[in-house]
């Protein structure tokens, strides 16, 4: 509820009568509400006096809505760098305060990396939002091993077709060969 305050009356002459108030409707302009409240007194000869208040607030119960914008999140092998993108917020009411980020521990499985970047926001009115996104790359610093197999590298003397050199397969640590 709203505190108006309380009222009094003093009359210079025949003394006042009792203070009345009377308070008027809510008035909303999307999210801000009004609402008055006027104060009636009277003496004893009916000279009338009226004397108003009006309050003003806000009434937001949303988050401000946070947009991501940019970014890339799957930056391929060996990222300098990662790029999550940036992020702005806008409030239905009040007002959103500045948006602040924090970037999660890199989680490592094998050669694949993930971090998660939040976003987090306030309003005026202290409702808050976040959002997140996650971004996977992988760390493979390692050439893929070459494994040859069969053969005869030693053909003897004046072989007939061509030299058998084995076959070969490679096989890499993270990324495939």
Not at 66 to 85: E, K, M, Y
Not at 110 to 134: E, H, I, K, P, V
Not at 163 to 169: P, R, T
Request: glycine letters at 10%; charged letters at 10%; aromatic letters at 4%.
């Amino acid at each position: 509820s709203i505190d108006f305050g309380s009222a009094s009356a003093n009359d210079n002459c025949s003394g006042a009568r009792a203070v009345t108030s009377t308070a008027g409707s809510i008035t909303t302009t999307g999210c801000t509400r009004t609402q008055t409240m006027t104060w009636n007194a009277s003496d004893a000869c009916l000279n009338a006096s009226s004397t108003s208040r009006t309050a003003t607030w806000t009434v937001d119960t949303e988050g401000p809505v946070i947009t991501i914008t940019g970014g890339n999140l799957n930056p391929g092998c060996n990222p300098t760098s990662i790029d999550f993108g940036s992020a702005s917020a806008n409030d239905n009411c009040s007002g959103a305060r500045a948006v602040t980020s924090t970037a999660g521990s890199i989680t490592t499985t094998g050669c694949t990396r993930t971090q998660t970047m939040t976003w987090n926001a306030s309003d005026a009115c202290l409702n808050a939002s976040s959002t997140s996104r996650t971004a996977t790359w992988t760390v493979d610093t390692q050439g893929p091993v070459i494994t040859i197999t069969g053969g005869n590298l030693n053909p003897g003397c004046n072989p007939v077709g061509p030299i058998d050199f084995g076959s070969a397969s490679a096989n890499d640590n993270c990324s495939g060969a």
